[in-house]
Every structure is written in C-alpha cells, then in structure tokens.
T-cell receptor, first 112, second 115 residues
Framework: DTEVTQTPKHLVMGMTNKKSLKCEQH?????MYWYKQKAKKPPELMFV???????INESVPSRFSPECPNSSLLNLHLHALQPEDSALYLC???????????FGPGTRLTVT | GENVEQHPSTLSVQEGDSAVIKCTYS??????FPWYKQELGKRPQLIID?????GEKKDQRIAVTLNKTAKHFSLHITETQPEDSAVYFC??????????????FGKGTHLIIQP
C-alpha cells in the first residue's frame, strides 16, 4: 500500500460542533503531518509527529488538537472552530522528517 | 524560521517550450528541497527533490538545480505538454532539532501551457 488515505473527503460543521479528521498510512513511515491549505495558497504546516512524538507549531490555535494513536494513524480533533478555519486539511507521511513527504487527498472542511 | 520566495506567480509558455521556476530560501541550514505539482482539486504530488550535497538532478523532462552559496534552487521543465499545466510549489526543509520539523512552501507558480 503506497497511499495516504484521509476521511472524510468533505465535512461541514457548525462553530459549536466537535469533529475529527482521520489519516492512515501503511508504508511504515515514522513521520506524519497535518497541513492546512487555503484556496490559491501553499500548504501550511500545523503539526508534525515523528516516531509518535509531537512537535508543536506554536501558531496553531488550541481548537485544533492532534492525536497519533499508533504509527499508522493520525487524527485531528476539531472543536469550536471559526469560519476562517474553512480550508483543505492535508495529511502527509514520510520515512523520516527529512525524507520525501506523500500527501493524502485531503479533507475539505467548511465551518458555518 | 525558514522563508521561501518563489517566482513567478504565473508562467505561460507555448507547448513544447521550456519553463523555469525559481525559489530562494533564507536559512542556510536547510538541507532538502522538494518540488510539488498540484492540479486543481487534487493533492500535492512530489515530482522531484534535491538534497544540499547535490547541485543538480534530472528525471526525464524535469530537472532541479541548487546553488547553496546563493541559496536558490530552480525547476526546469523541457518540452512542455498540456498535462504540465498545474500549480507548482517549491519547498525547503530545515531540521530545527526538536521544533516543528517540516516543509516551508513557496507561494506557488501557476504554470499554463498554451497549445
């Protein structure tokens, strides 16, 4: 399996909802990432997990909470989001943090 | 942190001609430089990458060059085809030794191949 998968493909949520995005890879990669991408902008790094250890990007609001249950799975828990959080959320994985990263198809999130 | 500048923002070339996209980075400790192609509504796909111990790398019609002294790297696409039309992102990786080690992307180049 050489793919990164993400669910759901699309998500619409209200500002008071709690939802989770899921990402999975079975390539044996030990680094996994969450990126946020707004329309016509580059992906912006949110979180990095390396060997299931979290590196935090301090500019990410606490309403985004990552979780790495095991080396193949990565979740992003969402709570009390704002409309400006609407974006494409991309998961990626790599063999190590300075190796080629492979992206999943993304979750298109709309916050109403 | 790292800062990556990418030019041009839009590039239109005739089919069959060459296209060149240029990027500069700010942190001399950056050591890995990938290029991604993103078609509308799709995920970024890695097309080529280069490490700081190499000056040039080629894969069929695509090549990347790196000048560490000047801190810039470029993507070269020869014999362009309609399917090359997409947004191209350069990126730089710096191992910050415990921080959020990841890629910093340039703002992207919209490449348009004119038939």
């Amino acid at each position: 399996d050489t793919e990164v998968t993400q669910t759901p493909k699309h998500l619409v949520m209200g500002m008071t909802n709690k939802k989770s995005l899921k990402c999975e890879q079975h390539m044996g990669h030990r680094a996994m990432y969450w990126y946020k991408q707004k329309a016509k902008k580059p992906p912006e790094l949110m979180f990095v997990y390396s060997y299931e250890k979290l590196s935090i990007n301090e500019s990410v609001p606490s309403r985004f909470s990552p979780e790495c249950p095991n080396s193949s799975l990565l979740n992003l828990h969402l709570h009390a989001l704002q409309p400006e959080d609407s974006a494409l959320y991309l998961c990626a994985s790599s063999q190590g943090t300075d190796y080629e990263q492979y992206f999943g198809p993304g979750t298109r999130l709309t916050v109403t | 942190g790292e800062n990556v500048e990418q030019h041009p923002s839009t590039l239109s070339v005739q089919e069959g001609d060459s296209a060149v996209i240029k990027c500069t980075y700010s942190d001399s400790a950056s050591n890995y430089f990938p290029w991604y192609k993103q078609e509308l509504g799709k995920r970024p796909q890695l097309i080529i990458d280069i490490r700081s111990n190499v000056g040039e790398k080629k894969d069929q019609r695509i090549a990347v060059t790196l000048n560490k002294t000047a801190k810039h790297f470029s993507l070269h696409i020869t014999e362009t085809q309609p399917e090359d039309s997409a947004v191209y992102f350069c990126a730089a990786f710096i191992n910050s030794g415990g921080g959020a080690d990841g890629l910093t992307f340039g703002k992207g180049t919209h490449l348009i191949i004119q038939p």
